[in-house]
């Protein structure tokens, strides 16, 4: 994890969006590969292991349904989603389930942009590339911080849909492996292909 991902961090035990604290065990450079997340106003503690923050349990871990049931014609394409999200320069970008996948052609096609990935599956693992997060049932992020969001098709349901337009900024884009999907909060820019793209509108 990014020392710098600390302020963006949220606690999933209470909807206080106070910024977390941490406290690190060992680093390596700029990135966090043993130590605790905490949150001083619950108390609530979260092991970061292996460079991931484990906010939670998986709720797909071990189910075959991000590598298995995905032929490599279905699989997302870095350049189309980076297109898509219209991202440049700096800021963060949220890939969450199998989209994670996308980080290594993301960071070469932007390489200013900070990846946050989200119950990434086994294969990604830590690197200087991406910050990794688990949870159980939402994104553990501060609402309104990131500048894109790429949802992997398995992830494509609420609560997911939701927390992906909730932690972007306004204005800023969604992308989803799934092009029937209806996502309150966004404006439908596309739907085809078998992705659909929306941008945060700042309304319910």
């Excluded at 990794?132 to 500048?147: C, G, K, N, T, Y």
Aim: proline share 6%; aromatic share 4%; charged share 20%.
């Amino acid at each position: 994890m990014f020392i710098e991902l600390t302020e963006l961090l949220r606690c999933p035990a209470h909807p206080d969006e106070t910024y977390c604290v941490l406290s690190s065990e060992e680093t390596v450079g700029r990135i966090v590969t043993r130590g605790t997340i905490g949150c001083p106003i619950c108390r609530a503690e979260y092991a970061i292991e292996n460079g991931t923050v484990k906010f939670g349990i998986d709720p797909l871990l071990g189910a075959d349904s991000r590598s298995d049931d995905i032929t490599l014609e279905e699989m997302l394409d870095p350049e189309t989603v980076q297109a898509l999200l219209s991202v440049e320069g700096s800021g963060y970008v949220v890939l969450l389930g199998s989209a994670a996948r996308l980080s290594n052609g993301l960071a070469e096609l932007a390489p200013g942009i900070q990846l946050i990935g989200v119950n990434a599956p086994p294969d990604v693992g830590e690197s200087p590339i991406i910050s990794l997060l688990q949870a159980a049932a939402d994104i553990p992020l501060r609402s309104s911080v990131v500048h894109g969001a790429v949802i992997g098709r398995e992830y494509a349901v609420e609560p997911w849909l939701a927390e992906g337009v909730r932690v972007l900024i306004d204005n800023m884009r969604l992308v989803v492996g799934g092009e029937s999907v209806t996502v309150t909060g966004a404006k439908r820019l596309a739907a085809e292909r078998g992705l659909w793209v929306g941008v945060k509108t700042g309304l319910p």
